[in-house]
């Protein structure tokens, strides 16, 4: 069982750079694939973007493109997600999450997806991000 925390969330003012933060503690995340999600209130949870148990491959929702990069520092135990010119309509809890199919199956290093949320074996707890004046 991989424990993910993702943390990072706050207050931000319309226009404001956040960075999001997702581990699991002890582990080293290159045996996962990494995926970022959001839930706004009131509406379904949506992908925003995955990287690749190797780091190769990143893949972002279509309507995530621009304002959001995602990356995992060089000791490979934190993949981050960053947010800039952040708006209103981004307020929701971000959720970070890994997919194991590398690590447990075999699967390809290289894959991750942002169309299928159900392959997300592992999910943190959320940390809430609100934008407001």
């Known amino acids: 069982q991989l424990h993910i925390v993702d943390s990072g969330g706050g207050l931000v003012q319309p226009g404001g750079s956040l960075r999001l933060s997702c581990s699991a503690p002890g582990f080293i995340l290159d045996l996962w694939a990494i995926g970022w999600f959001r839930q706004a209130p009131g509406k379904e949870r949506e992908a925003i973007a995955c990287i690749s148990s190797n780091g190769e491959t990143i893949h972002y929702a279509d309507s995530m493109e621009g304002r959001f990069t995602i990356f995992r520092d060089d000791t490979k135990t934190t993949v981050y997600l960053q947010i800039h010119d952040l708006k209103p309509e981004d307020t929701a809890v971000y959720y970070c999450?890994?997919?194991?199919?590398?690590?447990?199956?075999?699967?390809?290093?290289?894959?991750?997806?942002?169309?299928?949320?159900?392959?997300?074996?592992?999910w943190g707890q959320g940390t809430q991000v609100t934008v407001s004046s």
């Open positions: 999450a890994a997919d194991e199919k590398f690590h447990a199956y075999g699967g390809s290093p290289t894959y991750c997806t942002v169309d299928h949320q159900y392959e997300y074996d592992f």
